[in-house]
């Protein structure tokens, strides 16, 4: 039968790849064709991304796509991690660099948006848990710092739809990376007037929403040349918000699972139906991020693997320049339990050196403090393992359901002390893989989109098809 080609640009916190996919009706192989790596830019003091790196390194991607299939590529999607932006003046120019979510200025934000607007509120029109990362308080920074800015913006996108519009000039806020924002009324499934209008934000900056599946348009002709591409290529919405591509290609078996993506961050969490906000939720911070299909995506942000990629950046800058992969066998030898650490502390969300505030933070707790690079990275994934078992208890009790299998996917799956540790410390069965799930989730959109598959449903067992998921018991 015949077999097509698919692109899939998945752009992480850390890093970037474009993907090639091939499917032959029967099996979904990728390989990554493309990788670089990302981590933002700093400049006079804040704290923003490379957009004009990203966009050569997503044009890098389709270029070499363009070569190994010779020009035969049947669509491409794109995925960014969430809740970061940029504007367009209503002549569609970039006002300014988009801001990376660890920017400072939305410190203290939170609490001056709860004197305009009750959080109570913001959770029950949003759903969304409280970070202050989100884009809403990023908007709320912006509108204080820099009002010219907001007040001659027209258009707002989301980093995916941002980079979509510059390859194909089309304006949309697909639905997925909307969600995050906490900008969104999913249960309304509209923009929250309420919140715009509390805070002072025009809300006729938002563009429609687009759902994954949808063409946003082809790329542009000046795109298409510098790509030495001939014919046209369809960009496809897909689950745009990487972790909602990452569950989209999550292969569920049943109610009793959880999945938990791990990169920068760790999304843990359960698919529903239906959004869960009430009283306890917003206690427990839960969010309901929408997913690919309509699905609600009910997690909880920790924060991940930012832990060890910090550390990392360190002892690389001190002349240690160990691979992650050497990083986690240093792990593997070191002494167990030596300390503990609560990765959603928030001295651990910006540090300028993080292997330093992990040695404060075990002095200030009165513990043993970590000496080496070992003992360092198995602390973390100690820690993490400790705190999925934790959000896995309380999402019990919020959804009363029984936990059986955590499904973990993502490029913190290579670290199989974590998948290990994982299974250990919660006592359940972990089931890795696939480790490119947001590349593979993208792919699927567009296999939906196109319509090769019918649904998530197919796609899920396609994915069960193609890939070997390793299991993890507890010990
Ligand atoms: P993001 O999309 O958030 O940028 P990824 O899902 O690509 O992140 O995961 C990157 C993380 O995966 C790294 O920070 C690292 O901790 C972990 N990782 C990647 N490769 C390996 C490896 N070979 N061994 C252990 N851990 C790895
Ligand atoms: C993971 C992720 C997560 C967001 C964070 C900003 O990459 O998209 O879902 O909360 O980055």
């Avoid at 923003?48 to 491409?76: C, N, P, R």
């Avoid at 759903?127 to 907001?150: C, D, H, S, V």
């Avoid at 900056?205 to 000046?222: A, F, T, W």
């Avoid at 939906?448 to 449903?457: F, V």
Wanted: net charge negative; aromatic share 8%.
């Amino acid at each position: 039968s015949r077999t097509i080609n698919l692109l899939a640009c998945d752009l992480g916190a850390s890093n970037g790849r474009a993907q090639l996919a091939r499917f032959d009706g029967n099996k979904l192989k990728l390989d990554v064709i493309h990788n670089f790596t990302n981590g933002g830019a700093r400049l006079n003091g804040n704290f923003y991304w490379d957009i004009l790196a990203l966009f050569a390194e997503i044009k890098q991607g389709i270029k070499k796509a363009v070569k190994v299939t010779d020009g035969d590529i049947h669509s491409m999607g794109l995925d960014t991690w969430g809740v970061d932006y940029g504007l367009l003046d209503e002549n569609g120019k970039l006002m300014s660099l988009p801001y990376h979510y660890r920017d400072s200025r939305t410190d203290g934000i939170p609490a001056e948006v709860f004197k305009e607007i009750g959080k109570k509120e913001i959770y029950q029109e949003t759903g969304i848990q409280f970070m202050q990362i989100n884009t809403l308080f990023q908007l709320y920074a912006e509108l204080k710092e820099r009002p010219w800015i907001l007040n001659n913006a027209a258009t707002l996108l989301f980093m995916p739809d941002l980079l979509n519009y510059l390859l194909t000039g089309k304006k949309y806020n697909e639905h997925t990376i909307a969600s995050t924002s906490q900008l969104f009324n999913p249960l309304k499934n509209t923009w929250s007037e309420t919140i715009f209008k509390s805070l002072g934000i025009p809300v006729d900056i938002m563009q429609e929403v687009i759902y994954p599946g949808n063409k946003i348009g082809g790329l542009l002709p000046e795109v298409k040349e510098e790509c030495g591409l001939n014919n046209d290529l369809a960009v496809m919405a897909v689950g745009s918000h990487d972790t909602a591509s990452a569950v989209a290609a999550t292969p569920l078996e049943d109610e009793n699972g959880v999945y938990l993506s791990s990169g920068t961050w760790s999304l843990l969490g359960m698919e529903l139906t239906e959004p869960v906000i009430n009283e306890n939720s917003l206690t427990e911070n839960f969010t309901n991020e929408l997913g690919v299909e309509n699905r609600v995506r009910f997690l909880k942000n920790i924060t991940g693997l930012w832990l060890i990629q910090e550390c990392k950046r360190i002892w690389q800058r001190e002349g240690r320049d160990l691979s992650y992969s050497e990083i986690s066998r240093a792990a593997a030898q070191a002494t167990p339990f030596k300390y503990r650490l609560d990765p959603d502390d928030p001295v651990f969300m910006k540090p300028e050196n993080m292997p330093e505030v992990i040695k404060e933070y075990c002095r200030k707790t009165k513990q043993a403090v970590p000496e080496t690079i070992g003992e360092m990275a198995r602390g973390v994934y100690e820690s993490l393992a400790f705190s999925y078992d934790k959000v896995i208890k309380r999402l019990e009790k919020l959804v009363d359901r029984k936990i059986k299998n955590i499904h973990m996917v993502g490029g913190g799956i290579q670290a199989e002390l974590l998948c290990q540790y994982t299974a250990d410390i919660s006592k359940r069965r972990v089931l890795a893989g696939p480790v490119e799930a947001t590349a593979t989730g993208n792919v699927l959109a567009q296999l939906i989109g196109l319509g090769e598959i019918k649904d998530l449903k197919e796609g899920r067992e396609l994915v069960r098809n193609s890939i070997e998921l390793k299991e993890y018991l507890p010990v």
